[in-house]
Structures are given as structure tokens and as C-alpha cells.
């Protein structure tokens, strides 16, 4: 005894059968040649799309960070061509800046060097000072031998 099942989903329209003229496997071909292409079409036009939306996030991020106003994006977006890297950005609106009002301060600190300014300047900012007898007195008292106490002394002189 054979297990041999029919299953309906098995049985394709599409199946070549010696019945078949050579035109009609043609015409199937060049059917599904065709919703090939169309599918294919239509994925590429979705790439392009989340192409083009992914191209302007990063621009208008990018001016957003500088503090330009991200209408300018547009003008970006015609002006770089290639891949558009925040440093591509960066470039244009060095270039291309002044249109909309963006210096770019070159000498200017980083934000990291900034914060850690800010952190030194409050914490020294409620300490007093300490004079130099006062200085003096504590390097005297922390010396642990004879050598570097005539040290802390001949720089004194």
C-alpha cells in the first residue's frame, strides 16, 4: 500500500505539462517576468523612499545640533552628494554657513572640555585660597625626611 496524498495546494496551474504549445509557455513566462519587474519596482521606490527620509533625519540632525534651523536641511540635501555623513554636514555648513547665519568657532572648546571647566570652577569656588606662610607651614609639616625638608627650605630662598 502507497501514501501517496493529493494535497489541492500542491496542484499548481503553472506545472508544464506535455499539452502544452510552446507560445502558451511564453506567454506564462513573460506574465511572470512581468510581476517580477513590477515587484521589483516597487521595492526599489520603498528603498529610495526610507533612503530619502534616512538622508534628511541625519541632516537635520545634524543642524539641529549646531543650532541652525533644520530648514535648511533642504538646501543641504540638493548641495552634498554622495553619502551624507554628519562630518559631509559639517563640511557644507562650514561652507555654505553664512547663508543662514552659522559661524563656526573653530577655537572654541569642546563640550567635554566646557563641562570639565565647569566641574573645576564649582568646586573651587567656595575655597579659600591659601597663603604662602600657610603653604609653607603644611609642606614643613609633611616632609618625611631631613633631605626634603632642606628642600621645601632652599626653594624658598
Do not use: C
Not at 61 to 66: D, G, I
Amino acid at each position: 500500500m502507497s501514501n501517496n496524498y493529493w494535497d489541492e495546494e500542491d496542484d499548481n496551474d503553472e506545472v508544464i505539462t506535455g499539452e502544452e504549445t510552446e507560445s502558451q509557455l511564453q506567454k506564462k513566462l513573460r506574465k511572470k517576468i512581468r510581476a517580477d519587474e513590477k515587484r521589483i519596482k516597487d521595492l526599489e521606490d520603498k528603498l529610495n523612499g526610507y533612503t530619502v527620509k534616512e538622508r534628511e533625519a541625519v541632516v537635520k540632525a545634524v543642524l539641529e545640533k549646531q543650532g541652525v534651523n533644520p530648514k535648511a536641511a533642504r538646501h543641504a540635501l540638493k548641495d552634498i552628494d554622495g553619502d551624507i555623513t554628519e562630518q559631509a554636514v559639517l563640511n557644507w555648513l562650514e561652507d555654505e554657513g553664512d547663508v543662514f547665519g552659522y559661524a563656526a568657532n573653530k577655537d572654541a572648546a569642546s563640550d567635554v572640555d566646557r563641562e570639565a571647566l565647569r566641574r573645576q570652577d564649582t568646586s573651587v569656588m567656595g575655597a579659600a585660597a591659601p597663603d604662602r606662610g600657610q603653604d609653607l607651614e603644611a609642606r614643613i609639616a609633611g616632609a618625611k625626611s631631613e633631605d626634603e625638608l632642606r628642600a621645601i627650605l632652599n626653594s624658598q630662598s
